[in-house]
């Protein structure tokens, strides 16, 4: 849709003829110092902030051991559809966890609001925060956050210690040209604007569940 | 070699609660400092300065330097009246050219230098004298109110508690939410009484739950208030100055 | 130099006969006396309180994080052409849409003709203070399209038609009680026991069905990153993701100061803005959205625009000493801390923005009508003490009553009174004399028992405050009578 936008030029003179003078003198010194603490055991601390942020967090063995780990998980839902990311990685895993259920893939269509959960893999985790970064390409934006689950397939080499680690990675290939939309996920949804008192399960998913594969 | 004191007492301490700077020099002196008093001084501007008119404060900045040109020490018994010497002079006597910069002039280089010689008194005490016992004696239990400008532009945090804690017989007692605004603001205290009565009354009951029968701070005027308030609620506690406790010697 | 907005009062603000600081004075009076709302506000604040001090242990050093933040920021804003157009390209290069506005009717007249264009019945928001700025939502539903205001807090002020409390917790002022009462009258189910947890369920289920049927979704931004072309939008709840995930259109409305560098400044700005504004270290969701879906998606917005708000912040830029203000990252934090926030409430203020960053930056945004918020504080600085990225707030107040009172914006008697007060503060014998008299006087009015009455030059203190004893000397007195010769 093209539109006529002339206050553009408008708006860029006014900052351009605003900027002349100069902001006043700041210690412009290259940063030295550490902002926070630096994470020795990165898995670990994952696990810890997991725990802290409400999440669900397995560590598993090997692929098997997901497929089992899954199949638990998914015993615990009311039966339903399931939402999966079309990778051949998870594909294996539904066989292999035995799930009998009906699966909508990610290449059939968006994630319905009957599904019970939605299983994705993650572009990354980060121990900092106890997040996992998904993007587009992890079965979509509504993957994530329309069911009430979400499961999240990861392994360890997936771990990064830090933001900056894992905001420097995303830079560097170049993953919102590649993806409309990326998320980093802490947690699951909740609110906390009734009284200050924390509710679990606002809009997003109620649970959400990472099983990472450790090496 | 006994420290030279210039008093600079704050405008409203002169004319309302004289007792704060007769304590005050009553502690220097028995801390060995020959105190003098400059008569010329007056007010160092802040109600102008805070109330937007700066033309009118000026003069009044320009006149302090002035008077205590020649003053080795200048002591203070209020953490607002030395910030804004301190703090506030450099800028009021600085002047803005049309780009925004701030071109700094002999006066403003001036008032940089006289605000290193300028000091609240816990902060002289403690920060140049190197005293926190300065032989007071005053047996009652005291809570602390921190006032703003002492605490969030002078960085005083420990200096006064640290004197009082060394008073003889002085049972301290922490209060809650002891570096809340107590609501005196200057002129915000009548332009807004409302706002500011209720902040007085929350830090009067922040004193209340303390139990304590004294609450002090470093600036006159956020007792001026906070007594005024507690009047009113016939509050068991009463307010008393930072140096009239170190003054006391029974 | 002042940059005080000369704008008349947005279209839709009914002129009354009262100011708006009358009106300011008149709230803040009846709000600052509400003990249940100071109660409310304390439980609120505590557990705010208590949360922040928590995050901020978090870090190994905040005043690190804090002037990194603060350096970040000025980046983006004394570059803010350059990064506003690396951000612009990088949107467009991926057939996102971006428009630029110079005020807010501006910027509601295109989403408006967007939205009517596209046959737009329904349209759900997340969060945005800029769209409040602008009155985007009754722009929309003056065209006959339902919105609906998503973020739990902001759903339960447009059900009960109020503008939101506070920039991150709409409804703080609301107990269960009262959200329930409005749930059973607005939303016709009742849940007896005023269960937060059934609350927000009931809420889910009301919106999830808006969510699914809306064809535009709006949301703000809480930075929008210039090296990557992606709008970064911080939420909780989830609603900010379905809002841009599910209707077929998004709409990301910023003002143009939200604007960072780089990708990578997320790492600290992410953990610093969530502990400012909750105490979290991060916020569940830390959304980047660069453009509508791609080809190959499971799914997302065929449509993406992002509408630059200026409104008069380029105006800010040009003002060297008040530049900082546009730093600013919507964390709400200055508000929880403040002692005048805290008495009289949101609403009091009655701006987009309140509390002291709203105070600072309403004249220069709204015009000289809302001065007043200027002179509404202590200058107690516990605003500034707490900024993530360190705007000297309370000395911009200070600023703003400086610059107003020389564009002559006082009133006459107050400039009057200031300068008799001159005269006599540059000469001891009146100084003196003056002081004298007022302690005369009061001893006088005292003893009469007319304290507090119109007899009293002290009422306005004394209304409020038990009278101060007036001593019989003044200190320089004492001090010629012998206190110098000790």
Same mark, same amino acid.
């Given at each position: 849709?093209?539109?006529?936008?002339?206050?553009?030029?408008?708006?860029?003179?006014?900052?351009?003829?605003?900027?002349?003078?100069?902001?006043?003198?700041?210690?412009?010194?290259?940063?030295?110092?550490?902002?926070?603490?630096?994470?020795?055991?990165?898995?670990?601390?994952?696990?810890?902030? #997991?725990?802290?942020?409400?999440?669900?967090? @397995?560590?598993?063995?090997?692929?098997?051991?997901?497929?089992?780990?899954?199949?638990?998980?998914?015993?615990?839902?009311?039966?339903?559809?399931?939402?999966?990311?079309?990778?051949?990685?998870?594909?294996?895993?539904?066989?292999?966890?035995?799930?009998?259920?009906?699966?909508?893939?990610?290449?059939?269509?968006?994630?319905?609001?009957?599904?019970?959960?939605?299983?994705?893999?993650?572009?990354?985790?980060?121990?900092?925060?106890?997040?996992?970064?998904?993007?587009?390409?992890?079965?979509?934006?509504?993957?994530?956050?329309?069911?009430?689950?979400?499961?999240?397939?990861?392994?360890?080499?997936?771990?990064?210690?830090?933001?900056?680690?894992?905001?420097?990675?995303?830079?560097?290939?170049?993953?919102?040209? *590649?993806?409309?939309?990326?998320?980093?996920?802490?947690?699951?949804?909740?609110?906390?604007?009734? =009284?200050?008192?924390?509710?679990?399960?606002?809009?997003?998913?109620?649970?959400?569940?990472?099983?990472?594969?450790?090496? | 070699?006994?420290?030279?004191?210039?008093?600079?007492?704050?405008?409203?301490?002169?004319?309302?609660?004289?007792?704060?700077?007769?304590?005050?020099?009553?502690?220097?002196?028995?801390?060995?400092?020959?105190?003098?008093?400059?008569?010329?001084?007056?007010?160092?501007?802040?109600?102008?300065?805070?109330?937007?008119?700066?033309?009118?404060?000026?003069?009044?900045?320009?006149?302090?330097?002035?008077?205590?040109?020649?003053?080795?020490?200048?002591? #203070?018994? /209020?953490? /607002?009246?030395?910030?804004?010497?301190?703090?506030?002079?450099?800028?009021?006597?600085?002047?803005?050219?049309?780009?925004?910069?701030?071109?700094?002039?002999?006066?403003?280089?001036?008032?940089?230098?006289?605000?290193?010689?300028?000091?609240?008194?816990?902060?002289?005490?403690?920060?140049?004298?190197?005293?926190?016992?300065?032989?007071?004696?005053?047996? @009652?239990?005291?809570?602390?109110?921190?006032?703003?400008?002492?605490?969030?532009?002078?960085?005083?945090?420990?200096?006064?508690?640290?004197?009082?804690?060394?008073?003889?017989?002085?049972?301290?007692?922490?209060?809650?939410?002891?570096?809340?605004?107590?609501?005196?603001?200057?002129?915000?205290?009548?332009?807004?009484?409302?706002?500011?009565?209720?902040?007085?009354?929350?830090?009067?009951?922040?004193?209340?739950?303390?139990?304590?029968?004294?609450?002090?701070?470093?600036?006159?005027?956020?007792?001026?208030?906070?007594?005024?308030?507690?009047?009113?609620?016939?509050?068991?506690?009463?307010?008393?100055?930072?140096?009239?406790?170190?003054?006391?010697?029974? | 130099?002042?940059?005080?907005?000369?704008?008349?009062?947005?279209?839709?603000?009914?002129?009354?006969?009262?100011?708006?600081?009358?009106?300011?004075?008149?709230?803040?009076?009846?709000?600052?006396?509400?003990?249940?709302?100071?109660?409310?506000?304390?439980?609120?604040?505590? /557990?705010?309180?208590?949360?922040?001090?928590?995050?901020?242990?978090?870090? *190994?050093?905040?005043?690190?994080?804090?002037?990194?933040?603060?350096?970040?920021?000025?980046?983006?804003?004394?570059?803010?052409?350059?990064?506003?157009?690396?951000?612009?390209?990088?949107?467009?290069?991926?057939?996102?849409?971006?428009?630029?506005?110079?005020?807010?009717?501006?910027?509601?007249?295109?989403?408006?003709? +967007?939205?009517?264009?596209?046959?737009?019945?329904?349209?759900?928001?997340?969060?945005?203070?800029?769209?409040?700025?602008?009155?985007?939502?009754?722009?929309? =539903?003056?065209?006959?399209?339902?919105?609906?205001?998503?973020?739990?807090?902001?759903?339960?002020?447009?059900?009960?038609?109020?503008?939101?409390?506070?920039?991150?917790?709409?409804?703080?002022?609301?107990?269960?009680?009262?959200?329930?009462?409005?749930?059973?009258?607005?939303?016709?189910?009742?849940?007896?026991?005023?269960?937060?947890?059934? +609350?927000?369920?009931?809420?889910?289920?009301?919106?999830?069905?808006?969510?699914?049927?809306?064809?535009?979704?709006?949301?703000?931004?809480?930075?929008?990153?210039?090296?990557?072309?992606?709008?970064?939008?911080?939420?909780?709840?989830?609603?900010?993701?379905?809002?841009?995930?599910?209707?077929?259109?998004?709409?990301?409305?910023?003002?143009?100061?939200?604007?960072?560098?780089?990708?990578?400044?997320?790492?600290?700005?992410?953990?610093?803005?969530?502990?400012?504004?909750?105490?979290?270290?991060?916020?569940?969701?830390?959304?980047?959205?660069?453009?509508?879906?791609?080809?190959?998606?499971?799914?997302?917005?065929?449509?993406?625009?992002?509408?630059?708000?200026?409104?008069?912040?380029?105006?800010?830029?040009?003002?060297?000493?008040?530049?900082?203000?546009?730093?600013?990252?919507?964390?709400?934090?200055?508000?929880?801390?403040?002692?005048?926030?805290?008495?009289?409430?949101?609403?009091?203020?009655?701006?987009?923005?309140?509390?002291?960053?709203?105070?600072?930056?309403?004249?220069?945004?709204?015009?000289?009508?809302?001065?007043?918020?200027?002179?509404?504080?202590?200058?107690?600085?516990?605003?500034?003490?707490? #900024?993530?990225?360190?705007?000297?707030?309370?000395?911009?107040? +200070?600023?703003?009553?400086?610059?107003?009172?020389?564009?002559?914006?006082?009133?006459?008697?107050?400039?009057?009174?200031?300068?008799?007060?001159?005269?006599?503060?540059?000469?001891?014998?009146?100084?003196?004399?003056?002081?004298?008299?007022?302690?005369?006087?009061?001893?006088?009015?005292?003893?009469?028992?007319?304290?507090?009455?119109?007899?009293?030059?002290?009422?306005?203190?004394?209304?409020?405050?038990?009278?101060?004893?007036?001593? *019989?000397?003044?200190?320089?007195?004492?001090?010629?009578?012998? +206190?110098?010769?000790?």
């Amino acid at each position: 849709m093209p539109t006529q936008n002339p206050s553009r030029e408008q708006i860029l003179e006014r900052i351009r003829s605003g900027l002349r003078a100069p902001a006043p003198a700041l210690d412009d010194r290259p940063f030295e110092a550490e902002i926070f603490e630096p994470v020795t055991d990165p898995l670990e601390r994952f696990r810890q902030e #997991c725990k802290a942020n409400l999440m669900e967090c @397995h560590l598993v063995a090997d692929s098997n051991a997901a497929a089992q780990t899954l199949a638990q998980v998914l015993q615990s839902l009311p039966p339903g559809e399931i939402y999966v990311q079309d990778d051949p990685a998870l594909r294996r895993l539904i066989v292999a966890s035995g799930a009998r259920r009906p699966v909508r893939w990610s290449t059939q269509a968006a994630p319905a609001e009957s599904s019970q959960a939605t299983i994705t893999l993650a572009d990354a985790l980060i121990a900092q925060t106890g997040s996992i970064f998904v993007s587009a390409s992890c079965g979509g934006r509504g993957a994530s956050v329309v069911a009430p689950v979400h499961i999240a397939m990861a392994r360890q080499s997936q771990l990064v210690p830090d933001l900056e680690t894992a905001l420097h990675n995303a830079t560097a290939d170049q993953r919102l040209e *590649k993806n409309s939309y990326a998320c980093i996920i802490s947690g699951s949804s909740r609110t906390a604007d009734i =009284e200050k008192i924390l509710v679990q399960g606002a809009h997003g998913p109620m649970r959400l569940v990472v099983i990472v594969e450790t090496d | 070699m006994p420290r030279k004191v210039s008093l600079f007492v704050p405008c409203f301490v002169d004319q309302l609660q004289p007792q704060v700077a007769v304590d005050t020099v009553k502690v220097l002196r028995r801390l060995g400092c020959e105190v003098d008093f400059p008569e010329d001084q007056t007010c160092c501007g802040q109600p102008a300065f805070n109330s937007g008119f700066w033309d009118e404060a000026r003069p009044c900045a320009e006149r302090f330097l002035r008077v205590f040109r020649d003053a080795e020490n200048i002591v #203070c018994p /209020s953490g /607002s009246c030395t910030t804004m010497v301190r703090v506030f002079y450099p800028e009021l006597l600085s002047h803005l050219d049309r780009s925004g910069e701030k071109k700094s002039g002999a006066q403003h280089d001036e008032a940089v230098a006289l605000g290193r010689r300028t000091f609240e008194l816990s902060e002289f005490l403690v920060k140049q004298l190197g005293v926190t016992d300065v032989g007071a004696v005053f047996p @009652h239990t005291v809570t602390y109110h921190a006032s703003c400008h002492g605490l969030r532009e002078l960085k005083l945090r420990e200096e006064p508690i640290k004197l009082l804690r060394a008073v003889k017989g002085l049972t301290f007692v922490d209060m809650l939410r002891s570096d809340e605004c107590c609501g005196f603001g200057g002129t915000f205290a009548t332009k807004f009484e409302a706002i500011s009565a209720a902040m007085g009354e929350q830090k009067a009951n922040s004193v209340a739950v303390t139990g304590a029968e004294y609450v002090t701070a470093i600036d006159p005027s956020c007792l001026m208030h906070v007594q005024g308030i507690m009047g009113k609620k016939n509050a068991r506690a009463k307010t008393i100055h930072l140096a009239g406790i170190l003054a006391s010697e029974s | 130099m002042s940059t005080f907005a000369t704008r008349p009062t947005p279209a839709g603000a009914t002129p009354s006969a009262e100011t708006a600081a009358q009106k300011f004075l008149r709230d803040a009076a009846e709000k600052s006396a509400d003990l249940v709302h100071r109660e409310i506000i304390r439980k609120n604040m505590e /557990s705010y309180d208590a949360a922040h001090q928590r995050g901020r242990a978090r870090f *190994k050093d905040w005043e690190a994080a804090r002037r990194r933040c603060q350096q970040i920021k000025r980046e983006a804003i004394n570059h803010l052409d350059r990064y506003l157009l690396q951000f612009e390209e990088r949107v467009i290069a991926r057939g996102g849409h971006v428009f630029w506005a110079a005020t807010g009717d501006e910027a509601c007249a295109y989403i408006r003709d +967007l939205a009517v264009g596209r046959g737009v019945k329904t349209v759900v928001k997340s969060k945005s203070m800029v769209t409040e700025e602008m009155h985007l939502a009754s722009a929309l =539903e003056e065209q006959g399209i339902r919105v609906w205001e998503t973020d739990l807090g902001e759903f339960i002020v447009q059900l009960r038609n109020e503008a939101p409390y506070h920039i991150v917790t709409p409804a703080m002022h609301l107990n269960r009680q009262q959200i329930r009462d409005l749930f059973r009258e607005k939303l016709g189910e009742d849940i007896a026991d005023a269960d937060p947890q059934k +609350l927000v369920a009931l809420a889910r289920r009301k919106l999830r069905e808006a969510f699914f049927a809306a064809e535009m979704g709006i949301s703000g931004a809480n930075f929008i990153v210039a090296d990557a072309g992606a709008v970064a939008i911080s939420t909780n709840e989830g609603n900010g993701r379905l809002s841009t995930s599910l209707p077929r259109i998004h709409v990301a409305v910023t003002g143009i100061e939200k604007v960072i560098p780089r990708l990578v400044d997320l790492a600290t700005l992410w953990p610093t803005l969530a502990t400012s504004g909750t105490g979290q270290p991060i916020t569940t969701y830390s959304t980047l959205v660069g453009g509508p879906r791609k080809p190959g998606e499971a799914d997302g917005p065929e449509e993406f625009h992002v509408v630059l708000l200026d409104n008069g912040r380029s105006n800010l830029l040009g003002n060297v000493e008040e530049r900082e203000v546009l730093h600013c990252i919507r964390c709400g934090a200055c508000l929880n801390i403040c002692p005048v926030y805290r008495n009289i409430g949101g609403h009091t203020y009655n701006t987009t923005y309140p509390g002291p960053i709203g105070s600072v930056l309403t004249p220069h945004l709204r015009g000289s009508e809302f001065q007043h918020l200027s002179y509404a504080s202590s200058l107690c600085g516990a605003c500034t003490s707490v #900024c993530p990225v360190n705007i000297n707030l309370h000395h911009h107040l +200070l600023h703003n009553r400086r610059d107003f009172t020389a564009a002559g914006g006082i009133k006459s008697s107050e400039r009057g009174q200031f300068r008799l007060w001159k005269k006599a503060m540059l000469n001891p014998r009146l100084y003196a004399l003056g002081g004298w008299m007022m302690r005369r006087s009061l001893r006088v009015v005292y003893g009469l028992g007319l304290a507090g009455s119109i007899f009293d030059p002290m009422r306005a203190w004394n209304r409020k405050r038990t009278p101060m004893p007036m001593p *019989k000397s003044s200190f320089r007195k004492l001090w010629r009578k012998g +206190l110098n010769k000790e």
